[in-house]
């Protein structure tokens, strides 16, 4: 999708909506919409000139798995400092940000195109966080 103002908030009302049918809590389900908000926000800021965002939803028993990431230049970096970086690390289970390539993450074309990549985790109460992530066995669902 493009990294526009007006067509990222579709990307957090498709985290919620699978929040909610997840059964997550009602808060857990508005701390996913802000936590996909602000990655998607951060990417939209170091992804190249009119570069989609692409963001990957992996529904799994423990919780959900969101990767989000952009074409970016060479050699730069996901900012992982700062007020934006505090509340991801605030409203989810699990985050990380680094350079990656088009070859290596899901939805990519295949090429060496470098990449900035946030990866969220949000685990439903009461269950382990081992197994997200995976891929295997579970639903994907590519927002692109």
Do not use: N
Not at 25 to 43: F, H, I, K, Q, S
Not at 80 to 95: E, K, M, N, S
Not at 115 to 133: E, F, N, Q, S
């Amino acid at each position: 999708m493009p990294t526009t103002a007006t067509q990222l908030p579709a990307v957090r009302a498709m985290a919620g909506d699978l929040a909610i049918r997840m059964d997550y809590d009602l808060d857990a389900v508005e701390d996913l919409r802000l936590a996909v908000d602000e990655a998607c926000a951060t990417l939209s800021q170091i992804g190249a000139d009119d570069a989609p965002l692409t963001v990957i939803f992996e529904t799994t028993r423990a919780g959900l798995h969101i990767e989000a990431w952009v074409p970016t230049a060479e050699g730069v970096e996901v900012p992982r400092d700062g007020f934006g970086w505090a509340i991801l690390a605030t409203l989810v289970d699990g985050v990380d940000a680094r350079r990656s390539t088009q070859d290596a993450v899901p939805g990519g074309d295949g090429t060496p195109t470098p990449v900035g990549l946030i990866a969220l985790d949000k685990y439903l109460p009461g269950h382990h966080p081992d197994g997200l992530g995976s891929g295997a066995g579970h639903d994907l669902s590519v927002a692109q």
